[in-house]
């Protein structure tokens, strides 16, 4: 069974910074891209950045490109999601997935709130 486990979430003043994981488990993760998708209230869903199988490939939407680094450690079938000069406007539940394989394949989701 497919499973991805996210944490790292919070409330953060703006302008400050969190470290987003997910645990895979279940697949071969080393043999997937992976991504981060957000949905903030109200909102469907956004992509957020995809990565290669090696880590060695990246790529953003443009509303997080150079605030945000994503990167995978294999060897802990572990996904991370680096979030800079955070503002407002990332307030979203943030979510691991398999690229490519709809909502099915999401975690559960980590809370992030921007706000002071």
């Known amino acids: 069974e497919v499973q991805l486990v996210e944490s790292g979430g919070g409330l953060v003043q703006p302008g400050g910074s969190l470290r987003l994981s997910c645990a895979a488990s279940?697949?071969?993760?080393?043999?997937?891209?992976m991504s981060w998708v957000r949905q903030a209230p109200g909102k469907g869903p956004e992509w957020v950045s995809n990565?290669?199988?090696?880590?060695?490939?990246?790529n953003y939407a443009d509303s997080v490109n150079g605030r945000f680094t994503i990167s995978r450690d294999n060897a802990k079938n572990t996904l991370y999601l680096q979030m800079l000069s955070l503002s407002p406007e990332d307030t979203a539940m943030y979510y691991c997935?398999?690229?490519?394989?709809?909502?099915?394949?999401w975690g559960q989701g980590t809370q992030v709130t921007v706000s002071s």
């Open positions: 997935a398999i690229s490519d394989y709809g909502p099915n394949f």
């Open positions: 279940g697949f071969a993760f080393n043999t997937y891209w």
């Open positions: 990565i290669n199988l090696s880590g060695g490939a990246t």
